[in-house]
């Protein structure tokens, strides 16, 4: 089986990522209906209208760099649940970000045009969007131990955060930055010999 063209193991990719796009959007809608329920849930229970408790028993939430264990009954405090959200917004809107630039390179691989400048420039944005998810992280476990620190730990849960370095995300990033560099050398250089002939 060919790699580049119609047919191709790059169209089966591209057929994947348009799986994935659909998928990550769900997501986002989903996780736009949590946010608002949950934005209602915590209004309604400063307001007074609803009872916010609900039971539990060891329930784990992870948000990105953080570890919380609610262990009895008690309300999904803000200074978890907001960060939390947060940091899955990020997720998902990275996501969506490097999905559609990885499409886009993806239907060029479909059409036989590996070096073209436009793909260097998807490249960028990939390792850029890598980039912000993985400084998204430790932001978002900042925030969740900023919370911890002004408004202390939640009565019934225990919030540990910690942060470490993922050098699989560095790695990768990092790859794609020199890839980027080659995809956009090689495209100049064939618009040179293009211009030459």
Known sequence: MKILGRGSVASILKLVLDIVWWLLWIAAGLLGAWALLYGAMIAGGAAGWLDSAWEASHVKILARGAHTSITTHDDLAWTIGA????????????????????????????????????????????????????????????????????FGQPETAHVSVSLSVRLESWFAIFTLMVLAEVFRVGARMREEQDLTI
């Open 83 to 150: 960060p939390a959200l947060l940091g899955a917004a990020f997720a998902i809107g990275g996501g969506l970000v490097v999905v559609d630039r990885l499409k886009r390179l993806f239907a060029n691989f479909c059409s036989d045009k590996p070096f073209l400048m436009e793909n260097a420039h998807h490249l960028r944005v990939i390792w850029i969007a890598l980039l912000a998810l993985e400084l998204s992280r430790y932001a978002v476990a900042g925030m969740i131990g900023l919370a911890m620190a002004l």
